[in-house]
């Protein structure tokens, strides 16, 4: 069903500055399923996801959609560590989007309250966004991604501020989209949440993939002495 | 949100319609301070069924909107310039219609003691020899133009005055508010200086020489430079100036029991 | 001291007995300046918005331009106003000099920089705020105005109010493109400059306090109207 992928990744380079951010970088990636991005602080995990999605500027290589690029990014959503809140209520943030696709207000406010309900929002809806709680406010993030019915959600270490029952219920909803047949592509530095929610790894370091695979073979030993180290929990420079 | 903006679009846009024939006509500060228009533009109303809408400003202003033809016409009080406007084109005519005169106003102790000069000139060597302050229009008016012209006869030169000559480049109520704060003598019209409000110090100190006297011309704006000016209006105006009935009106008009204006019109 | 008491007498009796002329100039006044304030908001906001969103060459000249012109001599507008307006001018043939079109043109060129100004400041601030969420989103440069035009909407009431004051204050621009004709384009500011040219102080601080009380009560009502409209909505 997937007419967004696979991707295809050729010597990706992001720089800013003279300084090398990312890459190169060459990867494929194929639905469904949830590839978790992993590494130590720093070695490019935001910088990827923005790549891949189209808001950071590539220097050097491809990227590859299996169809074009217009198309390609109406069919992605992308959740920041720090959810953006428009100045509105609840229902209109959630609304935003199928508005600027020119869904009609009525028609876009009837499906954000059905969204806002879905998330535990429901009692909100006239709510200030800017009043709500982290996790409230993440929350309204991922149903204002999910609304679009987006074929790939990138995330961005969604979870990172929330304490842990806000993050079970994004997880649940996670894994409700995953079901729907959403691709997930998930930066995480929380190792529980990585092997909770991965069907693939990409473990980072130094702006490079370091290693790709599987998620159960790479949680069971990794190749690299390095993720090792990670995965254990040592300082990986 | 909408609704407001709506509402203030609605407000804004609510332009009240000016209806009739309209004449503009450039006059100077010291006609309309003598509060004379206001006792004949309604009855020119009444009369012509014509609404003049007065541009009030110093002599030197108006002519210049009068050869712009930004104005039909122009009442101001400066021979000179009005021939030269005349000559050069910019009016079809100059037509006098009345005058009134110049006052010396100053400080009411009279220091330089002027009040019982024998002529204007001499009550200006007066104030000149002592000092005392003096407040010149200095914006190049009819009444600035009467009063460099007096120096001029004095055998005097302002450009040579000390710190006691003051230009204020002002309007003439402008220029009476300027004296009366520097209890200063100043040339002022007889309309303006008797319809000022805040005469604080100041009284009228030396009048009646002829070498006082202030015509008033009416000029046309000529319509072979200015296409768009509403000539014949400007003529209906013209005939009514020099008509009977304005001459009773300007004749008649009085503030404080004292006459402003000699009509002096040639029908 | 006892001038301002007369002034306040003044203005006391001029409103108490609805004096006709009174009414006129005021409502003049509020037509022109509302005119001029729709008009300069159509022209800054976007302009303030594009400015936000928008990187190109001479963005950055264009805003110190824009703050620079913030204290626009209103004089020199009105002069420059006045020359291209003039039956001599560029624009004679339309016949706008000495009518209340003109004075709403000064006005606009005097309080665009100025609404533009304050609302590229908020805008700017919003637009960092919404930056990653509206890229990701792909919206159209349009969009992305229209967002922060409207989600910065309070901020921006503010900057229009801002230009308001400034408008109805005005005198040096408007008393020159103007002319201060009664009955056509006599307003409140130019009432009062001539009655102080007259001398007659007390008349022209009465005017001066209506048209404080105007202003204040204009702020008030927007402010009003905006709290409304925000607690139904927002």
């Known amino acids: ?237 | 949100m909408r609704k407001l903006i709506l509402a203030l679009a609605l407000l804004a846009l609510s332009t009240a319609a000016q209806a009739g024939e309209t004449l503009r006509m450039a006059v100077t500060t010291s006609f309309h301070n003598s509060g004379l228009a206001e006792v004949l533009l309604p009855r020119i109303k009444a009369d012509l069924d014509l609404d003049v809408q007065l541009l009030v400003v110093g002599t030197g202003q108006a002519l210049r909107l009068g050869r712009a033809g930004d104005v039909d016409a122009i009442l101001v009080h400066s021979r000179a310039a009005e021939e030269a406007f005349v000559t050069e084109g910019y009016g079809t005519h100059r037509r006098e219609i009345m005058y009134n005169d110049f006052v010396l106003v100053g400080p009411s102790d009279d220091p330089a003691r002027i009040s019982g000069s024998a002529d204007a000139v001499a009550a200006l060597r007066a104030i000149a020899s002592n000092a005392t302050t003096f407040v010149s229009r200095g914006d190049d008016s009819g009444t600035h133009k009467k009063e460099l012209r007096l120096w001029q006869g004095a055998g005097l030169a302002p450009e040579d005055f000390e710190r006691w000559y003051r230009s204020v480049g002002a309007g003439m109520g402008a220029a009476l508010n300027a004296a009366a704060g520097m209890d200063a003598y100043i040339l002022a019209d007889r309309a303006s200086w008797l319809n000022f409000g805040n005469k604080a110090g100041l009284a009228l100190l030396f009048a009646g020489d002829p070498e006082l006297f202030n015509q008033y011309a009416y000029l046309p704006v000529n319509p072979d430079r200015h296409p768009h000016v509403q000539a014949a209006q400007a003529g209906r105006l013209e005939a009514w100036l020099v008509s009977p009935v304005a001459q009773a009106l300007i004749d008649g008009y009085q503030i404080g029991g004292e006459t402003l204006f000699v009509f002096n019109a040639t029908p | ?234």
Not at chain 3, 157 to 169: E, K, P, Q
């Open chain 1, 1 to 237: 069903m997937s007419a967004l992928l696979p991707l295809t990744v050729t010597g990706a380079e992001a720089r800013r500055r003279g300084k090398t951010l990312v890459g190169p970088v060459d990867l494929t990636m194929d639905g469904p399923g949830t590839t978790v991005v992993i590494g130590p602080n720093g070695s490019g995990k935001t910088t990827l996801l923005s790549l891949l999605h189209g808001t950071a500027r590539l220097s050097r290589g491809t990227i590859t959609w299996n169809c074009p690029l217009e198309q390609a990014r109406a069919a992605q959503a992308f959740v920041f560590q720090r959810p953006v809140m428009l100045r509105r209520n609840v229902r209109d943030n959630i609304a935003y989007p199928l508005q600027l696709r020119g869904t009609r207000r009525p028609e876009a406010r009837a499906q954000a309250d059905q969204w806002a309900e879905r998330i535990g929002l429901g009692d909100m809806l006239d709510r200030s966004a800017g009043a709500l709680s982290g996790g409230e406010q993440q929350k309204l993030a991922l149903a204002r991604a999910l609304i679009l019915k987006p074929e790939l959600l990138f995330l961005d270490e969604p979870c990172a501020a929330l304490d842990g029952r806000s993050m079970r219920e994004i997880e649940t909803i996670l894994a409700n989209a995953k079901a729907e047949g959403t691709k997930l592509v998930l930066a995480t530095h929380d190792m529980g949440q990585a092997r909770r929610m991965a069907d693939d790894v990409l473990f980072l370091l130094h702006g490079r993939v370091h290693e790709a695979r599987p998620a159960p073979e790479f949680f069971a030993g990794p190749d690299t002495a390095e993720a090792r180290a990670f995965l254990k929990g040592d300082i990986v420079e």
């Open chain 3, 1 to 234: 001291m006892l001038d301002v008491w007369n002034g306040l007498a003044a203005a006391f009796w001029l409103v108490v007995r609805l004096d006709p002329d009174l009414i006129e100039i005021t409502l003049r006044s509020l037509q022109v300046t509302l005119t001029a304030l729709v008009i300069a908001s159509l022209i800054a906001l976007p302009l303030a918005a594009l400015l936000a969103v928008r990187r190109f060459r001479w963005r950055r000249a264009v805003i110190a331009v824009l703050n620079a012109l913030m204290g626009l001599p209103p004089v020199v507008v009105g002069l420059v106003v006045y020359i291209l307006l003039s039956r001599s001018g560029p624009f004679g043939v339309f016949g706008l000099l000495f009518t209340p079109t003109a004075m709403i043109i000064a006005q606009v060129i005097i309080i665009v920089p100025l609404i533009a100004s304050i609302a590229h400041q908020s805008l700017r601030e919003l637009w960092t705020d919404y930056h990653d969420l509206l890229i990701s989103l792909n919206v159209t440069q349009r969009q992305k105005m229209q967002t922060l035009l409207w989600d910065a909407r309070r901020a921006l009431l503010t900057a229009a109010l801002a230009g308001f004051g400034r408008a109805i204050g005005e005198v040096g621009a408007i008393m020159i493109v103007g002319g201060n004709i009664d009955h056509v384009t006599r307003v409140l500011t130019t009432a009062i400059a001539l009655e102080t040219g007259r001398g007659d102080f007390a008349l022209a601080l009465g005017l001066g306090f209506v048209l404080i009380a105007l202003a204040v009560t204009v702020n008030l009502v927007i402010h009003g109207l905006g709290r409304t409209e925000r607690e139904g909505r927002w």
